[in-house]
């Protein structure tokens, strides 16, 4: 699995990137995408990378933007219950009973996250804003996205803001 936060393409050679793009596509890596303020995804659009994010227009993601003093309130999707993904407690292993979550009730929500806009053909959304409904699509934003892209698996989060959780729990 690599993992890319919100990271400057150019900290990358152009052959770094396609080696990346070739390990997800190729040899069936994980890239996992932790989408930042200032770099990530806007900055890779037009780079060997652009096809590994999720979102059809990466140089355009913006800010959601809740109502004035909300923060961004996020769920779990029925995908991500099918696929048994994202099934978070505070409570640790075995003290909950199986397919049990807490979240998201008992976690606090984002700050800020990003605005996705529409998603490419074969993404799945693995969690989303819950009440933040994207104006091109009429359903949730989604914050979480799977994507296939060759032999392997993306996982796009479009905030850095997960960190908070810690809070509730250690």
């Known amino acids: 699995v690599i993992i890319l936060g919100d990271v400057r393409p150019r900290y990358f050679s ?16 994980g890239l996992l995408w ?33 109502a004035q003093g909300s923060e961004v309130p996020a769920a779990p999707t029925d995908a991500a219950r099918l ?13 909950t009973e199986p397919g049990a979550s807490e979240w998201p009730d008992n976690l606090p929500p984002f700050r800020w996250a990003q605005d996705l806009g529409p998603l490419r053909p074969g993404a799945k959304p ?18 979480v996205v799977l994507y296939r892209y ?9 905030t850095d803001e ?9």
């Not at 770094?16 to 040899?27: G, K, N, T």
């Open 14 to 29: 152009e052959e770094q990137l396609a080696l990346i793009r070739d390990h997800v596509a190729e040899r069936g890596a």
């Open 34 to 66: 932790v989408g930042g303020p200032r770099y990530t995804p806007n900055y890779y659009a037009g780079t060997e990378l652009e096809l590994l994010l999720p979102m059809t227009s990466p140089g355009s993601v913006g800010r959601l933007v809740p």
């Open 83 to 95: 696929l048994n993904l994202l099934q978070l407690s505070l409570q640790g292993e075995g003290a």
């Open 126 to 143: 693995l969690a989303s804003a819950t009440g933040l409904v994207d104006p091109e699509t009429g359903e949730e934003s989604p914050l």
């Open 150 to 158: 060759g032999a392997g698996e993306v996982i796009y989060v479009g």
């Open 162 to 170: 997960t960190w908070r959780w810690r809070k509730a729990g250690g």
